[in-house]
């Protein structure tokens, strides 16, 4: 266990980051913590899933190598971009100079971090952030990273190591707090939580237990998407393919079809009937902004004991364009 240096991004740093539980990878299993058997309560429950998260399955996956990747988006190369940038600017803030450095702290919690320093007996980590727009508070999923980046340093220091940890949101204009060569960025101190860190090291372990080290593919859980190669299904998707395309044309057909008879019929009272076509005139009154009324009346009222059961609808959508009708 201890600090080692290496490039990140590089070959090197890849192959070490595939061989453990990373910083990026630990929300995911907080979010399905239960769903993947961890029968252990998150002191600090998740409130929201991000429309991004990816799935312990989809996690394994790519640790077995069977799924490549997760491809670099914009948030994190314009990171990259001001990371050097906006770590001597955390580290003049906090008066200590930040380093990244990866953290081995025993399988599977091998955690790289974006700075780090260790003055005086106790340590200091940063997490460097890009978000698109400014942050005005700092988002559950980084709290859970940072956490997991404590609960590793901890691991390798000792339990009784004092930790400072700050997350910089940094930005290519002007808007945030402290400016540092044409940049600025906004620090978001982490307060430590203990009991969470020693959570997620439990849960990452028995991710890495149960399901990594046994070659096992998790539950699936919303999100994840199944694979169908057998025949049957095949054929029964490519009957809904031309059957969707054929009712996609038809609705087109009947569009323009209702186009062209309306303006045939122009402006009438009543009804116009003609060739087994009847047009019908009805007045219909607007409906009522019920939005609008709760907000207006019952602005603080409750609404959720009055909910119907909720239902479960299957949506199919034709993802293709590979239909031909023969």
Not at 92 to 120: H, I, R, T
Not at 221 to 233: A, N, S, Y
Not at 268 to 274: I, K, N, R, S, T
Not at 281 to 302: E, I, T
């Amino acid at each position: 266990m201890g600090f080692i240096t290496l490039e990140q991004g590089s070959p090197e740093w890849l192959k070490w980051r595939g061989g453990g539980v990373d910083v990026s990878e630990v929300f995911p299993l907080a979010c399905w913590a239960p769903e993947i058997g961890f029968k252990e309560p998150n002191p600090r429950p998740i409130t929201k899933l991000p429309s991004w998260l990816q799935t312990p399955a989809q996690l394994y996956r790519r640790k077995k190598g069977l799924e490549p990747p997760v491809v670099v988006n914009a948030n994190m190369a314009r990171g990259n971009r001001l990371g050097s940038v906006i770590r001597v600017g955390f580290g003049e803030a906090f008066k200590a100079e930040m380093v990244p450095v990866c953290v081995e702290a025993g399988s599977p919690w091998q955690v790289s971090l974006d700075g780090y320093a260790k003055p005086n007996g106790s340590a200091i980590i940063l997490e460097i952030k890009a978000p698109a727009r400014r942050w005005l508070e700092l988002p559950e999923y980084v709290a859970c990273q940072v956490a997991y980046e404590s609960a590793a340093v901890r691991a390798v220091l000792g339990k009784n190591v004092k930790i400072r940890a700050g997350v910089t949101a940094g930005y290519e204009t002007d808007e945030g707090e402290h400016k540092a060569d044409g940049l600025s960025f906004d620090i978001f101190p982490v307060a430590e939580d203990v009991e969470f860190e020693r959570w997620l090291l439990k849960l990452t372990k028995f991710f890495w237990k149960t399901y990594i080290e046994k070659n096992k593919e998790p539950p699936l859980v919303k999100g994840d998407v199944t694979v169908r190669e057998d025949l049957p299904f095949l054929d029964a998707a490519a009957d809904y393919e031309v059957a969707f395309k054929k009712l996609e044309q038809a609705s087109s057909d009947l569009d323009s079809a209702r186009t062209a008879l309306l303006a045939e019929v122009g402006e009438f009272v009543g009804a116009v009937a003609g060739g087994n076509v009847r047009l019908t005139s009805v007045p219909r009154k607007g409906s009522v902004d019920y939005k609008k009324v709760m907000a207006a009346l019952l602005p603080d009222a409750d609404v959720e004991p009055y909910r119907k059961a909720g239902t479960t609808t299957v949506m199919v959508k034709v993802t293709g364009d590979t239909v031909t009708d023969d």
